[in-house]
């Protein structure tokens, strides 16, 4: 089984790039489960979150890992296995931002990570290749505001800067945590992939690739 994971900013292509390979032979795609963030048992902890991100980022961070995870691990007929982010940006990008930006108590914080280290050392979460769609956070934004997801009505600008930096320095830079696999680094806010180029870019060596690409995506 290859695994891929599709990782960005907010608005900065993923869901398309994901929908462009849906009904590609042999290929599995699984989007964030964004819905289950929104409702737990008639609970929102996303909006929650957004809105009061010291009192709720625990709460969804927790329920974050647990659904990636369940992602991760989940078994898959299909030869390859295209996921939407991963259980490894969860932590180091958003609780990453959360705690560095203020916004969650060191409390919180260290138990996350202890519990993010945990899974990571006991459970097999092999990652292939990472796609990293890099996407200028103004574009992020207007696609945002474009889209009208009620959660994202808050963001800001410099949420998406932060984003933006925390990726660049893991994925590009690779200065700050662990890179479990290849990058592959869309440098233009194009798309193009196919499965011979998975099936070679996943296997090769190189910790970092750039990819110039050519089809276009807009979510």
């Not at 103004?138 to 474009?146: A, F, I, S």
Request: charged share 20%.
């Amino acid at each position: 089984l290859c695994q891929i994971c599709v990782e960005g900013n907010i608005a900065s292509g993923k869901t398309s790039c994901l929908e462009y390979f849906s009904n590609t032979e042999n290929l599995e795609v699984l989007k964030e489960p964004v819905d289950k963030w929104r409702n737990v048992q008639g609970h929102n902890p996303l909006a929650l979150m957004y809105q009061d991100p010291f009192r709720w980022g625990i709460t969804l961070q927790t329920y974050v890992q647990l659904t990636m995870l369940d992602i991760h691990t989940r078994p898959s007929a299909h030869p390859v296995k295209m996921m939407e982010r991963s259980i490894y940006s969860a932590k180091y990008i958003f609780v990453e931002n959360l705690y560095h930006s203020g916004k969650m108590p060191g409390v919180d914080y260290v138990v996350l990570t202890e519990w993010f280290e945990w899974i990571v050392k006991n459970i097999d979460l092999s990652v292939d290749l990472i796609v990293y769609l890099k996407t200028s956070p103004e574009t992020c934004h207007e696609r945002l505001k474009r889209r009208c997801r009620e959660e994202e009505k808050v963001i800001p600008l410099e949420y998406l800067n932060a984003i933006h930096n925390l990726y660049e320095e893991w994925l590009v830079k690779q200065t700050s945590f662990p890179v479990p696999a290849p990058v592959l680094v869309s440098v233009v806010p194009f798309f193009f992939l196919n499965m011979d180029t998975i099936s070679c870019l996943a296997n090769i060596p190189s910790s970092y690739l750039i990819f110039n690409c050519c089809i276009s995506v807009g979510n």
